[in-house]
């Protein structure tokens, strides 16, 4: 288990470690949504840029014991119109237990704004981690 883990909003200088992360080629394998053919850094930025512009996503970066270890964001999703959560984390934090502990995490964020899987929420991880946390909490 991972010792210290928080939630804080994104902040311009974690882009460069979301990018790093999102390099990953075993990560890419198991992401349910990537850039097709991977994303220099530049698109990575704009990308990322829409991101925190869109008032109807919300997203978090998750610290492990002071380290960026991902993020999560909750958004609507145009396909289904219902709210969905995407996630990622950087491999070093694979198997450290910061997506079992991410319902604790959640409990502060306002349900205005929010940034973390919900009992409406579905899940865009295809390692099914995501799909099992959503069912968890739905009970």
């Keep these: 288990m991972t010792g210290d883990i928080q939630l804080r909003l994104v902040e311009e200088q974690d882009l460069a470690t979301f990018f790093k992360h999102q390099k990953n080629p075993e990560a890419n394998d198991m992401a349910a949504f990537t850039a097709k053919e991977g994303r220099d850094r530049a698109s990575f930025m704009t990308h990322w840029a829409n991101i925190l512009k869109d008032p109807s996503i919300q997203g978090r970066t998750i610290v492990s014991s002071g380290n960026v270890a991902g993020n999560i964001l909750s958004f ?8 969905e959560v995407s996630y990622w984390l950087g491999r070093k934090f694979w198997g450290k237990g910061i997506t079992t502990r991410l319902d604790s995490l959640c409990q502060g964020i306002p349900d205005s704004a929010p940034a973390c899987p919900s009992s409406s929420g579905q899940s865009c991880f295809d390692s099914g981690v995501g799909e ?3 069912q968890i909490n739905r009970a």
């Design 132 to 134: 099992k946390w959503i």
């Design 76 to 83: 609507i999703a145009p396909w289904s119109g219902h709210r």
